[in-house]
């Protein structure tokens, strides 16, 4: 039973709304936050109502200053900011969905332009001037002297001067697909990895020279090479290759990494590290991955999840050196833990000077930091790391400026939303933050009606606590109809306050929103999310192996219904991608305790959306388990529980999803209809997983918080 969504047709202002969700998603969005490596100047992307610029700040005032013009919210968004080493140029790229599973690189048109806008690679003097396209490409990487960008263009490597005062032009063609760029420190040479199906190589390109060199080609998958600081030698992680006889599907398996070093004169590796043999030394898959770099002298830094933890490491790249087989740990060569504690690492950037790391942490002096992000900043090679920003607030992606001067970061509270800010080293207490961009937030947004949201645990039917956000408007009526938010990810983790993806920034302004319309919002961490753990990030028994994590949802849905301030008969749920799988899921499996929902872009069949069934299917060679796995992968799906599905459900999806497959929307609405499940839907054209274009981001928020409205208070 379908109804169509006719009032979206309509202007939004129309829809009867106290306060529209516009003026809530109104917030300015800044990303990409880079300095350059000398000096003190920095850069960012900003979105403001999907415009999309850069602007630029210089110490020691740091006054922010727009350097380019994009007026159209037209879905193309700027990423890969990077100064060249004096910070005269700015690089970019823009264009395309660089969050999308695939595809990420094809060019987005959700403004529906006749030609649709290519992915380029572009520059502009910080000074200020008109936007240089060097050529159609990606993944820019600017030389030491500042003088040539190179970047990947059809998997291959091409060059282009950074003043676009000549064409860019192919360096060099190999097999595979090529990326990885770092320049050596002397610019002289490009380090690469080719990609290669099953294996990948790491090679070195010297302009002038008519041959490529390989470095320790194996069978392996070797990448993240990083120079030394004298370009004499490189340190890498090398993984298995694809292949072997099929494993256990329903079971976690150890994912084993390595980090070796080579001579770049010689070619040959030697091996510095091997991860524990654990499910815990598997290869890390938090933000940055193992974050590999070659740090100050012979100190290579990585993360490394072996402890249970995200946490920063360091070792000394000689004990690779001259011991044949031998391994390091087998000649009592350990490294050294540099974050010790019960929390995770992440957006971890070392300094121009190679002496220290910084970090965004879910730590500090209250409790409630594990629900929170806080600068962290460590050295190299001891255990003196310390926060920088302690607090109430948040912030992330941090920077040193390349004078190492100050600390510059994305700062936000529960609800200011989130603003370029600098700290100066010197005022290391974090207590003098100056945040730039304030007169960014447009005046009519409605900063002062947020709510702080509470921090409150309960327990799952297996024993799992689980930390959630709750968002409950003051006044009203006594018993309020109320709403589990369900993020994606599944790898993420919800604030007490603004996120620092643009995408759960969307969700966060669109819980304020509905907590402003009078709805109690949960906006659970369920397990398989970060922040608390590796045991919690990677259960037993999840996804399509059990889907376990529904478990938090379930127990979400019911600490609500206990709750003296919920009406327990309006109890409503709605979430994107894998927080749209598990919509999916309540509703199928739990339509009486939840009474109604919005799937925006879910998973719906384990079957058809996983890449582990859909390649095994024509192998002759079957995993032990293959057929249980095929059994259990259907019952994790919410298709297999569809004949229980009683609750009306929104369906929203953009038909240009990268991430999440159109189908899945499809086969699910067709599935709905003849059972007679009473469901609406709403279909976005040409825009992607991420809503690139503002005006989309507002109607399927505005839709979802009217379709809840109109079950629970009409």
Known sequence: MRKALLFLLLPLQLVAQPTPFL????????????????????????????????????????????????????????????????????????????????????????????????????????????????SEGDEPSPSPDGKTVAFIKSNQVWTAPIDGSSAAKNAFTTRGNVGDLQWSPDGRRLLFVSSRSDHSIIGIYTPGLPTLKWIAPSFSRDESPQWSNDGSRIVFIRRPGTGGAPDSLLANRHLPWSLYVAD???????????????????????????????????????????????????????????HGATTPSARGVQPLLLTPGNFMCEHIRLSAGRKYLVCSANTGTDPLDVERRHVLMVSIDKQDAKIMTPGEGLEWTPILTGDETALAFISA???????????????????????????????????????????????????????????EPQGGKTRKPAIVYI???????????????????????????????????????????????YEFHKPAKAGAAG?????????????????????TGRIGVYGGSYGGFLTAMALAKDSRLFAAGVDFHGVHSWLTQSSIFTAAKDRYEKAPDYEKALRTAWLSSPVSAIDTWRSPVLIIQGDDDRNVRFSESVDLIRRLEKKGVPYESLMIVDDTHHWMNFANAVTVYAAAADFFVRKFMN
């Open 23 to 134: 003026a809530f998603k109104k917030y300015p969005f800044p990303t990409e936050l880079t300095a350059s490596p000398t000096g003190a100047r920095i850069a960012w992307a900003m979105d403001e109502e999907g415009r999309r610029n850069i602007y630029v700040a210089e110490g020691p005032a740091y006054a922010p200053r727009k350097l380019t013009d994009f007026s159209k919210d037209d879905g193309q968004e700027i990423t890969s900011i990077s100064l060249s080493t004096d910070g005269s140029w700015v690089v970019f790229v823009r264009g395309g969905d660089h969050g999308a599973n695939w595809e990420g690189g094809r060019p987005v048109n959700p403004a529906f332009e006749t030609e649709a806008f290519k992915v380029q690679v572009a520059s502009i003097p910080f000074a200020g001037g008109e936007v240089k396209y060097l």
């Open 264 to 322: 770049t004169a010689a070619g040959k590796a030697s091996l510095l590290w091997k991860a524990p043999a654990t499910l815990r030394g598997s290869f890390p898959s938090t933000d940055g991955g193992a974050n590999l770099h070659w740090a100050d002298g012979n100190h290579i830094v990585f993360l490394s999840y072996h402890d249970g933890w995200p946490h920063l490491y360091s070792i000394d790249a000689n004990a690779a050196d001259g």
């Open 413 to 471: 509270t529960a609800q200011r939303p989130p603003l370029p800010a600098v700290l100066r080293l010197k005022d290391h207490g974090g207590r003098n933050i100056t945040t730039l961009c304030n007169d960014r937030i447009p005046q009519d947004f409605p900063q002062s009606r947020l709510i702080t949201p509470r921090a409150v645990t309960f327990t799952s039917a297996d024993g799992v606590i689980v930390h959630a956000d709750l968002f």
């Open 487 to 533: 993020h994606g990810g599944p790898p993420r983790q919800m604030l007490l306050g603004w996120h620092y993806s643009d995408y759960y920034s969307n969700a966060y302004a669109s819980n304020q929103y509905l907590a402003s319309l009078g709805f109690v919002v949960l906006a659970v961490n369920y397990r398989l999310g970060i922040g608390y753990g």
């Open 547 to 567: 889907a376990s994590e529904y478990k938090d949802i379930k127990a979400a849905g019911e600490w609500l219904r206990k709750q003296h301030f919920v009406d």
